[in-house]
């Protein structure tokens, strides 16, 4: 994962972002939390994913590092489908999210476990005792934007958190971009998705990586809608082990438990919502990728 920086003026803002399309092997050190007084300038950190079949091998596998912030005690998606464009979905990715994250979490669900070894300084880590779905919201009073900024998927984020009524970590609010519109740059930049903390709510850009093909997941595994659920997954099991990044659990070369595993060994996980592509994520407790744990 390589490690970008934008510039933002926020309250209390630590982020970091997850994309597939640079360089895997060029990471940057693991940056400081990022927590600073309310108004003052900070930086974003995005960290950057190689699309499928581009990656560099690592040089050697490295664990995770505890940094001193939060994990999600109780994680919960919220997935807010962004745009009135949604009033059409031909290709029923709605039902095809809906569907993955009302499976993870459940007891049939052995692959979000792996997250439960990671603690945080309260001395507990992430419990699953059910679907890790909060929610879905279709936000179609307008349309959403062809090129939204990250400031505005940031926003988007916080409407989704003031639809619920959530806010704070454990709050993982999924905005979910329609066919055709090119959030934060999407695909043109070369990420899939990423996850990022705004001093509110934990949030992913999540966009249509249909639009993308086969380089963000399409056809990986079972059918055209793989990418939803792998890089979905992807950004999911990332947030519940650093929703705030990095402040959470990192490795020493600046990557997330998902980056460590990205596009390795890519299999469908059974849940009783249906059959979902995923990749591995990283334990500590084997020392490498797994899907179970």
């Not at 963000?216 to 705030?244: K, W």
């Amino acid at each position: 994962m390589q490690l970008k920086h934008i510039g933002r003026v926020v309250a209390v803002c630590a982020a970091a972002a997850l994309a597939l399309g640079a360089t895997a092997g060029a990471n940057a050190a693991v940056p400081s939390s990022g927590h600073t007084a309310a108004t003052a300038k900070v930086h974003i950190h995005k960290f950057v994913m190689p699309r499928r079949g581009t990656a560099k091998p690592h040089a050697a596998a490295s664990n995770l590092i505890y940094g001193g912030g939060p994990v999600e005690h109780n994680p919960k998606v919220y997935l807010v489908f962004w745009g009135s464009q949604w009033d059409s979905d031909a290709n029923g990715v709605q039902s095809y999210l809906t569907n993955f994250f009302s499976g993870v979490g459940t007891g049939s669900d052995n692959w979000s476990t792996i997250m439960s070894q990671y603690a945080d300084n309260s001395g507990s880590g992430p419990a699953f005792g059910g679907s890790v779905l909060g929610g879905t919201w279709v936000d179609n009073g307008s349309a959403a934007p062809g090129n939204a900024s990250q400031n505005d998927i940031s926003n988007e984020a916080d409407n989704g958190a003031a639809h619920f009524g959530v806010s704070g970590p454990d709050a993982d609010v999924f905005v979910v971009s329609p066919s055709g519109t090119s959030p934060d740059g999407f695909p043109n930049t070369g990420f899939c998705a990423w996850h990022s903390w705004n001093g509110n709510v934990a949030f992913t850009n999540m966009p249509y990586v249909l639009d993308a093909g086969s380089s963000c997941g399409a056809n990986s595994v079972r059918n055209q809608l793989d990418g939803f659920s792998i890089v979905g997954g992807h950004e999911y099991a990332e947030a519940v082990t650093d929703p705030e990044p990095s402040s959470g659990w990192v490795a020493s070369d600046g990557e997330e438990n998902g980056d460590l595993c990205a596009w390795m060994n890519l299999t469908a996980l059974n849940l009783p919502t249906g059959s979902f592509a995923i990749q591995p994520t990283w334990s500590n407790a084997v020392g490498g990728c797994a899907t179970s744990g």
